[in-house]
């Protein structure tokens, strides 16, 4: 029965890493749709820009205060891509160790014991394995 509580136990924690790592994955997804959306935008804007540009120009206008509204925009845009992707940095920082979340720091690593995993195993409560003939 140990041996099926062990497998039970191991079952156990490999959903649940599996489900960290899907809403992991599915964060970074959402989060990607919507910088390539607002991607799309900044293009657009481009565009637009392009095109208010060159109507001023033939209008005799100030270039500048016709784009100057959609210029803001556009970088406006891009801080929010910007906070997007160190958003996604910081989930990508993220490391799962088990069940346990650790933060992915140098200083941390520096500082971590490394774990074999044979620790856990003494030799005394081990029986030798019998040869199969």
């Not at 607002?38 to 208010?52: A, W």
């Not at 989930?91 to 160790?97: A, L, P």
Request: hydrophobic letters at 35%; a negative charge.
């Amino acid at each position: 029965m140990e041996f099926l509580d062990k497998v039970k136990k191991v079952a156990v924690d490999v959903a649940a890493v599996s489900s960290k790592k899907s809403k992991k994955l599915y964060s970074i997804a959402k989060l990607n749709l919507e910088i390539a959306e607002k991607q799309s935008s900044v293009k657009s804007l481009y565009k637009e820009i392009g095109y208010d540009a060159y109507k001023a120009y033939k209008a005799e206008g100030n270039i500048v205060e016709e784009i100057k509204p959609k210029m803001e925009k556009v970088d406006a845009l891009e801080d929010e891509i910007a906070s997007l992707r160190k958003a996604i940095d910081d989930i990508k920082s993220v490391e799962e160790v088990g069940i346990e979340e650790v933060y992915a720091d140098d200083a941390q690593a520096e500082e971590a014991d490394v774990y074999d995993g044979q620790s856990e195993y003494d030799e005394a409560e081990t029986e030798p394995i019998d040869s199969v003939e």
